[in-house]
């Protein structure tokens, strides 16, 4: 079936520092990988998305690369500001209609 | 972008009663909208798409009796959860997309708290 496994937070950093939220899945077939963030207060908004292996989805800094030897798509983010922070979910879609979501990692940015 | 709203954002309501949902795509038109519920701390989990005009296709495991959905227009689905009890309380979240977009071209609502006394 299909599954996505994602880091569990919270996570808090300090302003400028590095970020990698893990992300790994198990599907059927050739699924496209998702990245969703969701500000406080608002709903779901795409970040970044690949539809295919080794492609590199890159939205805002953020950057995650289909690895399908690892069936990974961390999301990483070179200097993280205090408006990064939100919740953070990890998706996938093998069949074209359906999500399967990871269980959001929080993330907290502070100055 | 394409803004969605839910209303209510929280809700109360004593076990046996039914509350409604409603899920609005404010500056287009949905022909498609999705319903998810999130216990906490896990994940999204797809309950029912309900495509204009027609009958809401449920998932597995999921009750279409006690989860009533109506898509009447196309800017506006309600989600009703009949006789209420405390296992339902939960955050459900609404999602639509426009006719023609891929599956990443849903436009999720900031979603409702529902509890149940």
């Known amino acids: 079936g299909n599954s996505v496994t994602q880091m569990e937070g919270p996570v808090t950093l300090s302003e400028e520092a590095f970020l990698t939220i893990n992300c790994t899945y198990t599907a059927t077939g050739y699924p496209s990988l998702f990245w969703y963030v969701q500000y406080p207060g608002e709903g779901l908004q795409l970040l970044l998305k690949a539809t295919k292996a080794d492609d590199k989805g890159s939205n805002k800094g953020f950057e995650a690369t289909y690895r399908k030897e690892t069936t990974s798509f961390h999301l990483e983010k070179g200097s993280v500001q205090v408006s990064d922070s939100a919740v953070y979910f990890c998706?996938?879609?093998?069949?074209?209609?359906?999500?399967?979501f990871g269980t959001g990692t929080s993330l907290t940015v502070i100055p | 972008g394409a803004v969605v709203s839910q209303h209510p954002s929280w809700v109360i309501c004593k076990s046996g009663t039914s509350v409604k949902i409603e899920c609005r795509s404010l500056d287009f038109q949905a022909t498609t909208m999705f319903w998810y519920r999130q216990f906490p701390k896990q994940s999204l989990m797809l309950m029912a798409t309900s495509n204009e005009g027609s009958k809401a296709t449920y998932e597995q495991g999921v009750e279409k009796d006690k989860f009533l959905i109506n898509h009447a227009s196309l800017t506006l689905s309600t989600l009703t959860v009949t006789s209420a009890h405390p296992e339902d309380s939960s955050f459900y979240i609404c999602?639509?997309?426009?006719?023609?977009?891929?599956?990443?071209?849903?436009?999720f609502g900031p979603g409702t708290r529902l509890t149940v006394t």
């Open positions: 999602s639509a997309r426009a006719p023609g977009q891929g599956v990443w071209e849903q436009y």
């Open positions: 998706a996938l879609s093998s069949t074209g209609n359906q999500f399967y």
